[in-house]
């Protein structure tokens, strides 16, 4: 049956089809769907973990016990787990693992910009990236026999349009569930220097076959223009969608679902068939990147842009088309911001700190909006838990006088993330801080998951607080 | 068939994404190529909100760009003149006339433009401009704006009546069918069109 679907719950269903048994993600829009679809399905396990390297852990022993399993966070989130992540590289899967992670170029929701790309390279694991919810489900399924084939995780990476646009999907028959048996193999998973040393040519043989696999792969293909016009693009994610809406058919296009490692012997292929290239990616230049280091000539961030999101009209406008006749009205819009929910406890709380004129840091959360007028009473906001170790660095440096005019907030979703080790800081290294912990016994910002502190699992059943 | 374009925009928790549910559905059962994008994350805290839904034999990209929409189904006045540079010379604005006042314009930072309905009248844009909270309350809740201003847009379009409302069938829950119904015939035989 044909079923609209987000590209997240395309995701879900790819996963479970492809026959994942076990996930364990942190939440973090705009990846959270992804988890949230996946727990109805009542014979597969899905939990929300307090954060995404405990997630990513947890994942990899349902991998090593021969179980298929994934994680799934934004891009923020694959900074916390990038400890486990580098080392999975070296020790491999047992059972498939595919670790999902959601970039937001143009910042939606979000506190940077980064391009999780980097990550596939650095780690050396390879990164599958669908450009609609269709490709969403079939690479997900793909992702679990590329893990299994090449013994390595596979870095699934969506991006904000993709992630919540719908579009048709199809889904086909769900996969036997195959469970592989667990056998001690220490040269494999004791990551020790002895065994780690000769897992890491193992590591840059498989990348290799991996780069050979990707020439001939159905993941990436190259449509060919009508001919109307003589060059090519090269691209891959939502900007294929732009590419397609303003070219249609008329050029030629080399599309690529798998991201790393690139497939070189395509690329040189497909610019000696056209006598111009462009590379068409949003934030940074990898593809162009790569392609310039393996000698093919592309003209790339010169004519795009390395900040924010694309659309069509980003891509018309680069190549000289001009802009559609629109409307506009004279009359100044004031602007709509979102707002602390009616109700909120955390809005009397900062309307004392502000009029208290204290120095408040604070943290991921919805609590970030209170640094909005009329409240305005925050100082700082970096990444998750940066309240607690950043006062207790801020009361180092400024001393007693400090101590008593600042003070942090963070909620309780994201005390349990990585405040508590802050925590744990200013304790054992005696600051005088204070720490305001904003409990609404929700994860509030990601639109109301459960946590630690909530007492109840993501099937909405009791769980230890 | 050339992809149509219809952007539904207003204040968080007003419904969109029913409305976009309901859209949805109905032209994927029509059998048309569909896509439907939102942005997910603040708009639960009364941000302005924006859904784009393309439908046509192929569509590519999920956004709706400057000059490009057909259609603007607005759940409040001032959001449809935020988003009116979306629509293409000659596009339809369909509106509530509800004012909401956003924070600037409640704490004092920043006034609500009175006219802008008048505005977009002047520059050539047909605004089908209606009282749909009247409409909803009427229906039996306030709630239905949404499905008010779906009852307009049908107007416009040439699907069968009862299509729409097996889809709203197929997208409410049970118990507020009636209501989502009655909502929509009234939306559906407002005054102009």
Redo the contacts between chains.
Sequence with gaps: M???MIGNEAVARGLYDGGCAVISSYPG??S??ITECFSKFDDAYCEWAPNEKVATESAFGASLRGKRSACCMKHVGLNVAADPLFTMSYTGVNGGMVICVADDPGM??SQNEQDSRHYAIASKIPMLEPS?SQEAYDFARAAFEISEKFDTPVLFKMC??VA?????VETREKATDVEKPYEKNPQKYIMAPANAIRRHPFVEERTRKIAEFSETSGLNRVEKGDGSKNFGIITSS?SY??I??VFGDTVSVLKLGIVNPLPEKLIKDFASSVEKVYVVEELDPIIETFCKNIGVDVVGKEMFSITGEF???TIAKAFGLS???????????????????AGCPHRGLFYVLSKNKLTVLGDIG?YT?GS???LNALDMTLCMGASVSGLHGFNIAGGSETEKKTVCVIGDSTFMHSGVTGLINVAYNMSNSTVIILDNSITG???HQQNPSTGYNIKGDPAAR | METKNIMIVG??GQGSLLASKLL??LL?DEGY????????????????VVTYVRFGDR?????I????ADFIVSFEK??A??Y??????G?TVVVNTQQID????I?G?????E??IE??EQ???HVDHLDALSFANEAGSSKAVNIVLMGVLAKYFDIAYDKWISAIEKCVKPQFIEINKKAFELGYNSMKG
């Design positions: 044909k079923q609209l829009t705009p959270t769907e939606h929701s609609d904000t349009r919540h646009s719908q579009s048709i939502t969608q732009y397609k809406e659309s069509q009209k802009d559609k006749e629109n409307v506009k009205v004279d009359a100044e819009i004031p602007v709509r911001p979102p707002m602390m929910c919805c909006l909005a007028p009329p910002m990601t639109g | 204040v968080g949805g559905r994927v190529d569909v896509k439907v994008s939102e942005v997910h994350g603040m708009s639960q805290r009364g941000g302005s569509v590519y990209s999920p956004v760009e400057d000059g490009e001032l959001e003149a935020r009116v540079d979306k629509l293409r010379k596009g956003p924070m600037p314009v704490i930072a920043a006034k609500y433009p006219d802008v505005q977009m520059k050539g844009v």
